[in-house]
């Protein structure tokens, strides 16, 4: 017996305004704003603030590219009749300061699917003080609202169908389907991991990289691609299909409405040949499935924690670009690099390095849990055994029923 334990804290046991009291309290001191022109006196600041962490790499937009999505009408279509509703967002502190921006894409195409709504994440960055707040949620949803007031537009313009106008609870009927880019986990690379972490706390899978081996195009300037050859990114697709983050299989057909509108949105600001190598590949990897009589590709559960850590082996970036993507000038200088070494001299190089990751996430204290059906609720109980397959064989053979 000691003299005092910690007590942690079941969600299960909070009623539904306790959430919605805790959430306001947090959320009480920011406020999140959408610019809608780049006139707005905070457009140049979140536009630098981005730039600084994605630019330089060619994964953002150029500023004129920027101003401009700003400036179009959302009402009318591209020439592959998508309908686009680019999007600012910025967080301010109790002192107008900005401590947060996210900006993204809404990408609707009747003639794709006439009830799916695409919500394409595109960056987001968090000033050091406000990170680990629960700012980065609300930059993370954030986005749906604006998402069912475009669609409302598009709705009441007659240039979209609601499939159930009574019931905005429900998003009317659509399916909306929250799409980020991220790099492949690799050891080393930490701010990747922790990344990988936040986005599977967040209900997203990433579509498996052998059916659908992605590549964000290389947004850098036409002149400087044509200096130093077109350098795409091979990035994993990470889907939050909103209320069904269950299903362990994504429709073909939904995976090619979801690439067709992110590809139609790149469009705006890319040469047409530097996206139609990268789109190409992964339409004629989803043809070839198709021939084979599938009709879905496998979606890949992300970690939450250290139960499930093991989840990142069929995401390690070295095997994922040698098995899926090939030696080519955007994966060489990885596949050469000091990785390879590690994963030659030590066949167990992968695992050690998961039972490293998982030995630091356990080591952190956590004073909340979900339910006491799910783990313990004090010290002393037996924990909730670690889920099946933590570190086992990832083959890419298995077929996994739905969750």
């Known amino acids: 017996m000691t003299d005092g334990n910690r007590v942690r804290l079941c969600m299960k046991d909070l009623y539904g305004q306790d959430v919605v009291e805790m959430i306001e309290r947090e959320t ?10 780049p006139d707005h006196p905070d457009f140049k600041a979140a536009f630098d603030l981005l730039w600084e962490a994605f630019g ?11 101003r401009g999505f700003l400036r179009e009408d959302v009402y009318e279509p591209d020439r592959f009749g998508t309908f686009m509703r680019y999007f600012l967002l910025v967080a301010r502190d109790r002192d107008g300061r900005v401590r947060g921006v996210r900006d993204g894409t809404i990408l609707y195409n009747p003639a794709y699917s006439s009830d799916l709504v695409v919500v394409y994440l595109s960056h987001i960055y968090m000033l050091p003080d406000a990170r680990g707040t629960v700012l980065s949620y609300w930059l993370r949803i954030a986005p749906v609202e604006l ?38 986990f690799s050891p080393e690379d930490r701010l990747s991991l922790q990344r990988i972490l936040f986005y599977g706390r967040g209900g997203f899978d990433a579509i498996n990289p052998r059916h659908f081996p992605y590549r964000q195009p290389d947004f850098r ?3 400087v691609i044509a200096k130093t050859g077109n350098m795409p990114h091979p990035f994993m697709i990470l889907l939050r299909r909103m209320g069904r983050e269950r299903q362990a299989r994504l429709p073909i057909s939904e ?8 590809y139609d949105d790149f469009a705006a600001f890319c040469e047409p040949e530097y ?11 989803l043809e070839q499935r198709e021939a084979r009589g599938k009709d879905s ?12 850590i093991g989840r990142l082996k069929r995401l390690f970036r070295y095997n994922v670009y040698r098995q899926y993507y090939g030696m080519g ?21 992968l695992d050690e390095e998961l039972r490293k990751i998982r030995t630091q996430l356990n080591d952190r204290p956590h004073y909340v849990f979900e339910s006491r059906g799910r783990g313990f609720s004090w010290e002393g109980e037996a924990a909730a055994p670690s889920e099946a397959g933590d570190l086992g064989d990832a083959s890419e053979t298995v077929e996994v029923e739905p969750r």
Not at 28 to 33: G, N, S
């Open 28 to 37: 009480r001191r920011y406020e999140l704003w959408s610019i809608e022109s």
């Open 56 to 66: 330089e790499s060619g994964e953002m937009e150029r500023e004129d590219s920027v």
């Open 147 to 184: 998402a069912m007031q475009f669609m409302v537009g598009l709705s009441i313009r007659g240039l979209a169908r609601l499939p159930n106008p009574d019931a905005p609870g429900r998003h009317f009927g659509l399916r909306v389907n929250l799409a980020a880019e991220m790099e492949y």
């Open 221 to 223: 300037e036409p002149e």
């Open 255 to 262: 995976a090619r409405t979801v690439l067709k509108l992110l």
């Open 275 to 285: 996206l139609a190598n990268s789109l190409d590949v992964v339409l004629e990897r």
């Open 297 to 308: 590709v496998e979606l890949l559960p992300l970690p939450s924690g250290p139960r499930d």
């Open 329 to 349: 000038p955007e994966t060489r200088a990885y596949l050469e690099g000091p990785i390879r070494d590690q994963v030659y001299k030590s066949p167990g190089f």
